[in-house]
Nanobody, 113 residues
């Protein structure tokens, strides 16, 4: 099982970024996927999750209405579109497949003016 993340980086408040996660080593279309984040000095927290079919996405209250989780089961890709970014969104973001308890390598997202 391998999860490789890309995207992210630096954005200004109110800006947008898109995170991607390429999955391999398992039948991606059969399992729910999630995005987590961890800010300095804080515990890792769930940001959004999506079922195997892409239905019924879940969002943490802190990102609901601003972030969109999606997936492409043909290309085995997970996405997180982050809009109207705020400084408190600054964190390391991870993709995660709970069935295998496997994390991506994590990439930094920084929101600053």
């Amino acid at each position: 099982v391998k999860l490789v993340e890309s995207g992210g980086g630096l954005a200004r408040p109110g800006g947008s970024l898109r995170r991607s996660c390429a999955a391999s080593g398992f039948t991606f279309s059969s399992f729910a996927m999630s995005w987590y984040r961890q800010a300095p000095g804080q515990e890792r927290q769930l940001v959004a999750s999506i079922t195997d079919s892409g239905a019924n996405p879940y969002y943490a209250d802190s990102v609901a209405g601003r972030f969109v989780i999606s997936r492409d089961n043909v290309w085995n890709m997970l996405y997180l579109q982050m809009n109207n970014l705020k400084p408190e969104d600054t964190a390391v973001y991870y993709c995660y497949v709970s069935r295998f308890a496997n994390w991506g390598q994590g990439t930094q997202v920084t929101v600053s003016s």
